[in-house]
């Protein structure tokens, strides 16, 4: 392994229905650090599974996952203590197909669950970048809103600078697009 590789997938398989769908079956590709990757084919192709297979949304059936030198396919690390796949999940931003925003929370509070919550960062700094993430996608005017009031694409770009927020080492998008113009 070499100090660029980021992420490492050796013969991922995702099996269910006891081995009769295969979902994935024997992926591998070596990611680099700065690398924009892209998973094409057709629906029900295992696109979403090989994404959440990557933060173990999804346990794989078989294969190893590699992140950062840490095999996060097992349970317990080199030492034999208990592998914390949260921290490695706190490094690896994703956003999902349907935007995943709490409807009972406005946008600004959706984007600063997670950095207030999880990385401990205060609450003025986390709704300062949220507020800073919130102008560069064009939705400054739009923090004390609800998901429900906004469009497709607005939620959609509320999700990619919410996954943004917080910093991760990696981006996974599932489907990004897909509720955005073209421009």
Do not use: C, W
Request: charged share 25%; hydrophobic share 40%.
């Amino acid at each position: 392994m070499t100090n660029d590789k980021i992420i490492q997938v050796h013969n991922l398989k995702k099996h269910y229905n006891k081995g009769k769908i295969k979902a994935l079956d024997g992926v591998s590709v070596d990611i680099n650090k700065g690398d924009v990757m892209v998973v094409i084919g057709p629906s029900g192709s295992g696109k979403s599974t090989f994404l959440r297979s990557l933060n173990l949304l999804e346990e794989p059936t078989e294969g190893s996952i590699i992140f950062d030198g840490v095999d996060i396919t097992k349970k317990k690390d080199e030492n034999g203590k208990k592998l914390n796949i949260d921290i490695h999940r706190q490094r690896m931003g994703m956003v999902f197909q349907h935007f995943n925003l709490f409807p009972h929370m406005t946008i600004l509070q959706n984007m600063t669950l997670a950095p207030i919550q999880v990385k401990g960062m205060p609450q003025n700094e986390a709704e300062e970048k949220a507020r800073e993430l919130l102008a560069r996608v064009g939705l400054a005017d739009r923090a004390d809103a609800y998901p429900i009031q906004l469009s497709g694409g607005q939620k959609q770009r509320v999700a990619i600078v919410r996954a943004l927020a917080m910093e991760p080492d990696v981006m996974l998008f599932d489907e990004p697009t897909s509720a955005l113009d073209p421009e």
